[in-house]
């Protein structure tokens, strides 16, 4: 039971290219987030997928895209990447669906450090 | 909209000495409190949470919390600090969408 897994670990880009991160749980979990991670910051949240198919929009979803292939994998994707983006990124996962989801606990990947030229 | 403020960017501690880690929180309706934990270079680990009940919360690796609704606080804390508990902690609340982290407070245990 490997919990969340995220490639890649590290990542540099030059700006304008794009890459997609990706993600998977092994717990069968509902939902999935994607967050970044600034210093002083915490963690602000990009997108997230309360079930399969379904994808909302978090914080700070401007220069992102997402993709709920199945109920075990969320991908996000910079379609053009900007300095600003040079981040910490972590996905997470938790069991409920987001109605009525307030109690559940979210459990996190070791994240992907990308950083953008 | 749900927050939760971290006050301290940093606390030192010596080794066997209580550790205190502060937050407080800002909802409305009833408070969903978390506590997470990150070593270096590597993702969040799940401490504790406060729901509803006793207002004192057990977690994992000696960590408690103390709800205390009057002064909208969620502190965590440790009786006796080790040098490996030496990270960087967040408190979170959640709404119905998402949590929202604090800043983070870099604990650091000096033997």
């Known amino acids: 039971n490997a919990g969340v897994t995220q490639t890649p670990k590290f990542q540099v880009l030059k700006t304008g290219q794009s890459m997609t991160l990706q993600c998977a749980q092994d717990m069968n979990h509902n939902s999935m987030y994607w967050y970044r991670q600034d210093p002083g910051m915490g963690l602000r949240l990009i997108y997230y997928s309360a079930s399969e198919g379904t994808t909302d929009k978090g914080e700070v979803p401007n220069g992102y895209n997402v993709s709920r292939l199945n109920k075990r994998e969320f991908s996000l994707r910079l379609e053009s990447a900007a300095p600003s983006q040079t981040s910490v990124y972590f996905c997470?996962?938790?069991?409920?669906?987001?109605?009525?989801?307030?109690?559940?606990?979210?459990?996190f990947g070791p994240g992907t450090r990308l950083t953008v030229l | 909209a749900q927050s939760v403020a971290q006050p301290e960017d940093q606390v030192n501690v010596a080794e066997g000495n209580p550790l205190t880690v502060k937050c407080t929180y800002s909802?409305?309706?009833?408070?969903?409190l978390f506590w997470y934990v990150q070593y270096p270079n590597r993702g969040l680990q799940f401490l504790l949470k406060?729901?509803?009940?006793?207002?004192l919360v057990k977690g994992s690796y000696g960590f408690e919390a103390e709800f205390n609704k009057s002064q909208t606080s969620f502190h965590l804390k440790k009786p006796s600090a080790l040098v490996s508990d030496s990270a960087l902690y967040f408190c979170a609340v959640r709404d119905i969408r998402r949590l929202s982290f604090g800043a983070g407070t870099t604990v650091t245990v000096r033997a």
């Open positions: 406060y729901i509803t009940g006793d207002n």
């Open positions: 997470a996962s938790s069991e409920a669906l987001l109605a009525g989801a307030s109690t559940d606990t979210q459990y």
């Open positions: 909802v409305s309706g009833n408070p969903y």
